[in-house]
């Protein structure tokens, strides 16, 4: 059995808090199966969802056992915070594309610049293979169909000059709003949502700190649970926010979240929503 000190109470927490939250999202994901998502929003919403869902049960599949340790164990934070980071960016395409209150017409311009941002780089990677497959065609095509229509939106003659540039030349950006207008919109803390992002880079993209920190701990030791803590706690805030918003996207009975679970989530959503120092 772990030993029960200050340090492994407090990372049993944390795990225990992600586990409810997860479970709770894998209920919410199960009263989906087989019902009719009304719009094409609503449809990637609900595949985004199930997306994160499971790149949070991975992460979780990846923390130290908060029970019990074994010889062998070994404490792998670089790919816990790749994993965290995939989360955090299903969130972004989730609020973006199909949860955020906008016209229709904005709605449609968002998911086809979406859609052209994939098709160009599938296009790209396929080209610079030389591949020869019949489907090259076709997704030239269809970049050249997306491109015209993105083109002659309106919401595209209001974008930044950058934005329409880039897509003019081939490069079409996923996202038409910089992050800190998507935190705008979308209601969570840039400067939060910036920090997480930074901190999980480090170990992400095998940066010199994080390489001196990595190698100056050992699995077990209670000085490195905290570390271990933070892609869970990390991702937490933004996972009950698209497991609330799936609810809203798609009109069918979904469960409530259990009392002490729905408390977790309210008290994470206000450091989403504020950032630590205002929700402190």
Known sequence: MRPQSRAWQKYQR????????V????????????????????SYGEQIFVTMLAHCITLRRLAPDPHR????????LPSMCAIARCAIEAHDSFLHIAATAVPEAERDFRISLWELHDQTRRLRMLESI????????????????LTAKVTAHPTFQAARRDIQRKTVDGDPPAFHLSQRERCEVGNFNFDYYN????????????????????????????EVLPLMALPLEYVL????????????????HTPDAPSRTARTMAIWEAVYQRGIKSAA
């Open 14 to 21: 944390s795990v225990r808090q992600f586990d409810a939250v």
């Open 130 to 145: 030389g591949s020869k497959k019949p489907e090259v065609e076709s997704i030239r095509q269809r970049c050249s169909t």
């Open 195 to 222: 920090t997480v992002i930074m901190q999980l880079s480090q170990y992400v993209h095998t940066m010199p700190f994080a390489l001196h920190q990595l190698f100056s701990f050992r699995a077990g030791s209670e």
């Open 237 to 252: 805030p933004f996972l009950g926010r698209v497991t609330s918003e799936t609810r809203t996207l798609i009109p069918t």
């Open 69 to 76: 340790q074994t010889a062998d164990e070994l404490w792998d």
């Open 23 to 42: 479970e709770y999202a894998k209920a919410v994901s199960a009263s989906l199966v087989g019902k009719a998502t009304p719009s094409a929003n609503a």
